[in-house]
């Protein structure tokens, strides 16, 4: 169909001649509610965003000289983060000469990893960077 009739019989209907694969040989036109397909996109999109999760990081902190009850109090927290699918991060910040000594930040590491491993794997190993040393982890 020419361009001209297919404009003619979209004004008849009182709709619009939309452009579908300008590419293609010959080009590929649709007659159809240009308003009524927006607004459907958007309201698509409205609703693709809200059904959307988006996973958020939480920080953990712990001390070198952390007792056994704190850590599993902080474990359990970790575990509630990691079953709502949300990452965290888990930090250590060194004070004065504990930086001297950083695997036992290293043990203090691996034994919170030890309580939440059931629902937890690393992401990223743990790192000193400065006076912190960080830890990733992600749920299973």
């Known amino acids: 169909m020419s361009t001209a009739d297919a404009i ?29 397909y927006r607004f459907e996109m958007q309201k698509r999109q409205k609703e693709a965003k809200k059904n959307q ?33 949300d990452r965290i991060k888990v930090s250590i910040r060194f004070r004065s000469r504990q930086i001297a000594h950083p695997e036992i930040g290293l043990q203090v590491m691996n034994s919170f990893f030890e309580l939440v491993k059931d629902v937890a794997k690393i992401e ?12 990733i ?4």
Do not use: W
Request: some cysteine; proline content about 5%; charged content about 30%.
């Open 8 to 36: 003619r019989a979209a004004e008849a209907r009182n709709l619009d001649l939309c452009l579908i694969a300008p590419k293609s040989v010959p080009p590929v036109c649709k007659i159809m509610d240009y308003g009524k």
């Open 53 to 85: 999760r988006v996973t958020e990081i939480h920080e953990i902190q712990l001390s070198v000289t952390i007792e056994e009850h704190d850590m599993g109090v902080k474990a359990k927290k970790a575990r509630e983060f990691l079953t709502d699918g």
């Open 124 to 135: 990223k190993k743990p790192v000193v960077e400065g006076r912190n040393m960080t830890m």
């Open 137 to 140: 982890l992600v749920s299973q």
